[in-house]
Structure formats: structure tokens, C-alpha cells
DNA sequence: GCGAGTTCGG
DNA sequence: CCGAACTCGC
């Protein structure tokens, strides 16, 4: 089984590379962040149309996550991260699929810092934290995966000295993610590829992606029943030399045998 | 010779419909309104490559006009409408060819009415009356085409009884339209098809179009000495059928040797 | 309805 | 740099 994130920067403006990318590389469950669309603005028919069922949370102007399926059972188990009723953001969706749950997530970006969007961001990482913690205890498998606006480590990016004051680089942020990997959950494309360079996010600006001036802070985080099953991982890194692209590149996982 | 007049709203984005119109009908001369670019954003190289030099008076956001023309030498005569220094608006453009001078205008819409817009159209008018009756008495020929924002009859809209109060209809307006026609113009299209619906305008709302719920509001006017050239002319309805077309039709005219 | 600008968020 | 929403003009 493909499974497969891309933070899509807009989902309507995005469509026609969207599909394109679907129709080429057919992951069987693909995990979109920034819908950037109300909810009853998401283009279901468009995907349904390119052989997907889709399940979204969508928001006005930012935010929004979906989870697409191609011809397996979905049901819907939270559309919100537990832990702050008042939270109105749409970043979260959890999902199962037959035995295997999946979670979209859109981690705030978190800038500037400090400042109101990284308190927000850290408070939403302890939340993710708790959550995650409650899943991996359940024994059964996980994959959290999406948009984690979190740079692991300094082989990570680029440039990492440009990024000592960055939210997706401070080290409270870097730990909440060790945090993650502490509970026994496994970075999946990092563990396929231990020292690559690997890059999910190419800046629009400065001809980022011409300069490979990207960094990697799209995953893929395993339960460890799911680690036997990983054999290969990537980045459909061309798709975003595509006219029209998104600003993140589309990252998969496959899994055999589930 | 082949002339035509083309309100494009949005020389940018209009782009490729401006193409592919060019490519197809390949005017010799081609009058356009309402570029909503400023100088600096004109498409200048693209236009080169479709096979035609380009003159223009940009303006950002709103207005502009230019005169593209086929292997024609042209030479710039002025690009303001004479009668008001402190007038800011790109509008008037009047080149030569060869010894054929050719007006391009963007007349102000004028609406609401009452109000300073529509004053604003009837200085301009007087202004561009001024101006025309100069140029009819050098006794050369002339051309002054582009979009009037006059409907000049009852004849030239779908429902006149809609506009009674609209600036493109009001007394004043279609007064000074007939003004012209005084001096010794000849309202080119009216002349060549005296009894004909022609429109030149259909609204983006309320599919006007599909309606044919449209206006005559682009002309053109011939100084004596062309009439005898004027053999053919016509609308390009179906470009407004296009993708991401105008508002506004393709209008052209042509005249036999010269 | 649509194009171009601006503002916001990234 | 880019997407979405809003404003303005037509």
C-alpha cells in the first residue's frame, strides 16, 4: 500500500497538478494539508472523478486537511485534535482504513518567534503529543503523517545556521519531536534513508528549488508493528518544477504486504 | 488593409485569447483599450513574436491603450487627448501609417449617473470633439476607433428601455455621438450594414452572451476620403464564446487599396 | 462576472 | 513568491 502526503498550498488552485500527480503515481491513500478552501468548497467531485473517495476538514482562506482513498473502506474517527474545545483551526483528521489508522495533520507553522503563533504551535505540539502517546499505546497500527513544520535535524536543510531562530528549527520544537520518536514511533523516510539528502519543501522565493535550497519537514511517523512492512519511500521531487506547483513536494511511503 | 479595434479588459490576462485572435485574423492594424497594466507590464515581447510592433500608453490598474501594426512603419503623433494637462488618464493614442492617422480611444464609462464620472465622460467628449474636428479638417484620412461607452441608437442594444439612465445612453451622450457624425464622420459599421443587429459588448453577468444581451459601443469613425475604400467589416462574435474572453467582442474594418 | 490591486499568511 | 479574500471599477 502507497501512502502518500503533499501539502497541496490550496487545493483549488492546486487541482490540475493534484490530479496530474494522482493519475502518475496512484497512491492508494494520500494525506493533503492546506486546503485553503471552506469545507463546502472542496472540489469532491474533481476527485471522485479521478477515482478517489475524499474525507476533508475544511476552513476559510488557511488550513484545512483531507485524506483521499482509492476503492477501500474509510471511516472517519476525529476530525479535530483532542485537547482545546476552543481550538478552531482545521489541522487535524484521523481516519481508519480497514485495521490501519491513519493522521493528517497541519502542525502550525509557528512564526514568527517568539510571539503568539509559537506558543500556539508549541501548545498544538504538546496536544499531538498526548494524542500520539494514546495511539501508540492502543497496539494497533498508526501512521501520523502530514505537514509537521518541524526540521528534525540540521541534515535537514539547506542552510541550517539561517535557521537557529526559525519555528520549524528552535530546539523546543526539534525536541517535541524527539519527544515523538521517545514514545517509539519511527521516522519513516529517515529510517529507509539514514543519510540521505532528503527535501519535502522548496520556498517559493529565491529560486529555491533551483538552488535545492529546500528542507525536509514532511514525515512519516510509524507505530512499530508498520516497521517490517516499510520497503521503499520517496519524494516525487519533479512535481515541483511542474507549472503551478505547490511549495511542498508530494512524499510517500509504501507498505507491503498490509 | 484589415483594421480592428479590441477592447481586451486586461492586456495580462487576456494574453493568450489576444494570441490566438491575432494568429487567426492577423489584422494589419489593431486598436486596444483598457490594458490595466501599467507601461512597464505591457506584454511587449510576446506581441513581437506574434509578428507585431506595439505602441502604448500604460496605466496601473486601470485605462491604456495601444496600436499594434503588421510590418507598418508608424510613427507616434501625441498620447494624451489634447484640452486638459491635468488629465491622468491613458485614453488617447494617435499614431500615422504610412498617411493613413489612426485614433485609438478608451472613452470614460461614465456610470453612475448622475455623479463626476459622468461629468468627467462629457468634458472628454468635448475634448475628443475638439480634437476630431481638427483632424476631419486637415482633409487627410482618418480613422478614430476604440471603445465610445456610446450606444448611438435604440438600434444598438438589446433592451434600450433598460438604459434610459445609463451613461452610455443618456441624451447628452449619443448628442455628442451624432455631433461627430456632423462633422463629416461616417459611423463605419452602420454605414456598411445600415439595418443589421451588431453588437460589439456582451456583460460578464447574467449570461449575457448566451442571451445576446449585448451593445454596439465600439466604432469606428472614417473621415470622407475612406469611404470609398470601405468595402467589408464585422464583429468576431465567437471569440467572446471563448475561455477567459472580453467582455468585449473583436470589431474590424477593411479597406481596399490602401 | 471578471481583472487588477491590496492585505494576510506562509 | 504564491493562494485566497476583499475592494474597486466596469
Same mark, same amino acid.
Given at each position: 500500500?502507497?501512502?502518500?502526503?503533499?501539502?497541496? $498550498?490550496?487545493? $483549488?488552485?492546486?487541482?490540475?497538478?493534484?490530479?496530474?500527480?494522482?493519475?502518475? !503515481?496512484?497512491?492508494?491513500?494520500?494525506?493533503?494539508?492546506?486546503?485553503?478552501?471552506?469545507?463546502?468548497?472542496?472540489?469532491?467531485?474533481?476527485?471522485?472523478?479521478? @477515482?478517489?473517495?475524499?474525507?476533508?476538514?475544511?476552513?476559510?482562506?488557511?488550513?484545512?486537511?483531507?485524506?483521499?482513498?482509492?476503492?477501500? $473502506?474509510?471511516?472517519?474517527?476525529?476530525?479535530?485534535?483532542?485537547?482545546?474545545?476552543?481550538?478552531?483551526?482545521?489541522?487535524?483528521?484521523?481516519?481508519?482504513?480497514?485495521?490501519?489508522?491513519?493522521?493528517?495533520?497541519?502542525?502550525?507553522?509557528?512564526?514568527?518567534?517568539?510571539?503568539?503563533?509559537?506558543?500556539?504551535?508549541?501548545?498544538?505540539?504538546?496536544?499531538?503529543?498526548?494524542?500520539?502517546? #494514546? #495511539?501508540?499505546?492502543? @497496539?494497533?497500527?498508526?501512521?501520523?503523517?502530514?505537514?509537521?513544520?518541524?526540521?528534525?535535524?540540521?541534515?535537514?536543510?539547506?542552510?541550517?545556521?539561517?535557521?537557529?531562530?526559525?519555528?520549524?528549527?528552535?530546539?523546543?520544537?526539534?525536541?517535541?519531536?524527539?519527544?515523538?520518536?521517545?514514545?517509539?514511533?519511527?521516522?519513516? #523516510?529517515? /529510517?529507509?534513508?539514514?543519510?540521505?539528502?532528503?527535501?519535502?519543501?522548496?520556498?517559493?522565493?529565491?529560486?529555491?528549488?533551483?538552488?535545492?535550497?529546500?528542507?525536509?519537514?514532511?514525515?512519516?511517523?510509524?507505530?512499530?508493528? #508498520?516497521?517490517? /512492512?516499510?520497503?521503499?519511500?520517496?519524494?516525487?521531487? !519533479?512535481?515541483?518544477?511542474?507549472?503551478?506547483?505547490?511549495? /511542498?513536494?508530494?512524499?510517500?511511503?509504501?507498505?507491503?504486504?498490509?
Amino acid at each position: 500500500m502507497k501512502i502518500a502526503t503533499y501539502n497541496v $498550498n490550496g487545493v $483549488n488552485g492546486r487541482l490540475p497538478v493534484l490530479l496530474k500527480w494522482l493519475e502518475e !503515481e496512484k497512491p492508494e491513500v494520500v494525506c493533503l494539508q492546506e486546503l485553503k478552501a471552506p469545507q463546502e468548497k472542496f472540489p469532491e467531485q474533481e476527485i471522485l472523478e479521478a @477515482g478517489y473517495q475524499a474525507i476533508w476538514v475544511g476552513q476559510k482562506s488557511w488550513n484545512g486537511v483531507a485524506i483521499l482513498t482509492k476503492d477501500l $473502506n474509510t471511516e472517519v474517527i476525529r476530525t479535530a485534535l483532542p485537547g482545546d474545545e476552543s481550538d478552531e483551526q482545521s489541522r487535524y483528521l484521523e481516519v481508519k482504513i480497514s485495521d490501519l489508522t491513519v493522521v493528517c495533520i497541519y502542525v502550525p507553522n509557528g512564526n514568527p518567534t517568539p510571539g503568539e503563533k509559537y506558543d500556539y504551535k508549541l501548545k498544538w505540539l504538546e496536544r499531538l503529543d498526548a494524542q500520539a502517546e #494514546l #495511539l501508540i499505546s492502543s @497496539g494497533k497500527p498508526v501512521i501520523i503523517t502530514g505537514d509537521f513544520n518541524i526540521i528534525p535535524t540540521e541534515s535537514d536543510v539547506y542552510k541550517p545556521e539561517k535557521y537557529i531562530k526559525d519555528a520549524l528549527f528552535l530546539p523546543e520544537v526539534r525536541t517535541a519531536f524527539q519527544n515523538l520518536i521517545a514514545q517509539g514511533w519511527t521516522d519513516g #523516510l529517515r /529510517h529507509l534513508y539514514p543519510a540521505e539528502t532528503i527535501y519535502t519543501f522548496y520556498d517559493y522565493f529565491r529560486k529555491a528549488y533551483e538552488r535545492n535550497a529546500g528542507m525536509r519537514i514532511d514525515h512519516f511517523l510509524l507505530s512499530p508493528e #508498520l516497521i517490517p /512492512h516499510l520497503k521503499t519511500g520517496g519524494v516525487d521531487k !519533479e512535481v515541483r518544477g511542474w507549472e503551478k506547483s505547490s511549495d /511542498h513536494v508530494p512524499t510517500w511511503i509504501e507498505l507491503e504486504n498490509l
